[in-house]
């Protein structure tokens, strides 16, 4: 089965703390995604990347940052944490672009990291 | 204006019941369409993909109207498992592939 991994289920940190969080795909999809979901916001686009070493921001990139070192792996980091980034964020993986209906670029989401920030 | 937009409900139906949800979406290039169920505190899990002469797998039914640019969502003979959120999700691949989320639609099916 195929999967998109989150590293950590639930985390609490203190404002100021630095946050890592791991994403890993096993499908060999180009693209990766970070997002974050608040209640009545729905989801909201982070980063995302195309490529290994490329990344884009998304609409709310204030106090994050991305890595992708290596295809598989797409890390978010909130360089010092504030109570406004407790939030769920959620990663999620896609092929590259086939075509038009072709269907086959659907998203799919790791299970996600519920981060609270004290 | 939001990309996508959906109305948030709650539906609150009864077991057996038809139900629908639409929605729109605002760029008239978009090019992928897809219904995708939300679980409380769970992540989203693609439901189905929606296809222009319209698809159907078991109880649900998606279509899609380009010309006036809204997807829609039918479950015909409502369980409780039903219960859950929909979001609506656009792909636009000229601004790079990216997805467009409505808001969901809260669906409660009730015994």
């Known amino acids: 089965d195929v999967k998109v991994t989150q590293s950590s289920r639930y985390l609490v940190k203190r404002t100021g703390e630095k946050v890592f969080l791991e994403c890993v795909q096993d499908m060999d999809h180009e693209n990766m995604f970070w997002y974050r979901q608040d209640p009545g916001l729905g989801l909201r686009l982070i980063y995302f990347?195309?490529?290994?070493?490329?990344?884009e921001k998304g609409d709310i990139p204030e106090g994050y940052s991305v890595s992708r070192e290596k295809k598989e792996r797409f890390s978010l980091i909130l360089e010092s944490a504030s109570t406004n980034q407790t939030s769920m964020y959620l990663c999620?993986?896609?092929?590259?672009?086939?075509?038009?209906?072709?269907?086959?670029?659907?998203?799919?989401f790791g299970a996600g990291s519920r981060l609270t920030v004290l | 204006r939001k990309e996508v937009e959906q109305d948030p409900g709650p539906f609150n139906v009864p077991e057996g019941a038809t139900v629908a949800f639409n929605c729109t979406y605002s760029?008239?290039?978009?090019?992928?369409f897809f219904w995708y169920r939300q679980d409380c505190r769970k992540e989203p899990k693609l439901l189905m993909s929606?296809?222009?002469s319209g698809n159907e797998d078991g109880r649900f039914t998606a279509q899609l109207n380009r010309a006036s640019q809204y997807i829609s969502l039918l479950i015909r003979d409502s369980k409780l498992s039903d219960s859950a959120t929909y979001l609506c999700?656009?792909?636009?691949?000229?601004?790079?592939?990216?997805?467009?989320f409505g808001t969901g639609t809260s669906l409660t099916v009730i015994p």
């Open positions: 999620a993986s896609s092929p590259a672009f086939e075509g038009v209906y072709s269907g086959a670029n659907v998203l799919t």
């Open positions: 999700v656009v792909n636009d691949t000229n601004t790079g592939n990216q997805f467009y």
């Open positions: 990347s195309y490529d290994v070493k490329m990344k």
């Open positions: 929606v296809y222009s």
């Open positions: 760029n008239s290039a978009s090019q992928s």
